[in-house]
T-cell receptor, first 110, second 113 residues
Framework: GNSVTQMEGPVTLSEEAFLTINCTYTATGYPSLFWYVQYPGEGLQLLLKATKADDKGSNKGFEATYRKETTSFHLEKGSVQVSDSAVYFCALSDAGKSTFGDGTTLTVKP | DAGITQSPRHKVTETGTPVTLRCHQTENHRYMYWYRQDPGHGLRLIHYSYGVKDTDKGEVSDGYSVSRSKTEDFLLTLESATSSQTSVYFC????????????FGPGTRLTVL
């Protein structure tokens, strides 16, 4: 079956630091890949997505590139802010069903 | 924001009682999903629906049933709640399967004593 493995947390960074959260996947088909973000007390919301190999998704300074050769979709941001503190989920969608990673908690300190 | 509401938002119940959670959408999306979120497990799919009266099981469907009699409503029922079903439940919708983004409701926190 499909699976998503993402970097274990929690991750604590200082403001303006560089962020990488690793995500790798296993899928039988040709999935679409997503990063969702969850703020305290809320549901998940889409951060960015990529639907085919070599696509780059980007939003709010975050980026991730769909790497089929390494089955990866790592999330990066060049300079994090305190407001980026949240839980980040990597996910794939294949044949109509989604599979989520366990989530990575990011805390950014001023 | 996608128009998705969940009710109730919080519920405390006792083991053995039936519980029904409601998800309501105003987006006319075809697909609706129920997930549970537990520490260390991410989100796990319970059931999903691909149309009125069309539903299918997810990876953790035991002990849960669903119904969808209207496009806008998707009900999740715990026939006889157990403590292992204490969790946060999220409803999600999408316009189509596959490449489409899922839009999530605010969640229902259920505690089974």
């Amino acid at each position: 079956g499909n699976s998503v493995t993402q970097m274990e947390g929690p991750v604590t960074l200082s403001e303006e630091a560089f962020l990488t959260i690793n995500c790798t996947y296993t899928a039988t088909g040709y999935p679409s890949l997503f990063w969702y973000v969850q703020y305290p007390g809320e549901g998940l919301q889409l951060l960015l997505k990529a639907t085919k190999a070599d696509d780059k998704g980007s939003n709010k300074g975050f980026e991730a590139t769909y790497r089929k050769e390494t089955t990866s979709f790592h999330l990066e941001k060049g300079s994090v802010q305190v407001s980026d503190s949240a839980v980040y989920f990597c996910a794939l969608s294949d044949a109509g069903k989604s599979t989520f990673g366990d989530g990575t908690t990011l805390t950014v300190k001023p | 924001d996608a128009g998705i509401t969940q009710s109730p938002r919080h519920k405390v119940t006792e083991t053995g009682t039936p519980v029904t959670l409601r998800c309501h959408q105003t987006e006319n999306h075809r697909y609706m999903y129920w997930y549970r979120q537990d520490p260390g497990h991410g989100l796990r799919l319970i059931h999903y629906s691909y149309g009125v009266k069309d539903t299918d099981k997810g990876e953790v469907s035991d002990g849960y049933s669903v119904s969808r009699s209207k496009t806008e409503d998707f009900l999740l029922t715990l026939e006889s709640a157990t403590s292992s079903q204490t969790s946060v439940y999220f409803c999600a919708i999408s316009e189509s399967a596959g490449t489409d983004t899922q839009y999530f409701g605010p969640g229902t926190r259920l505690t089974v004593l």
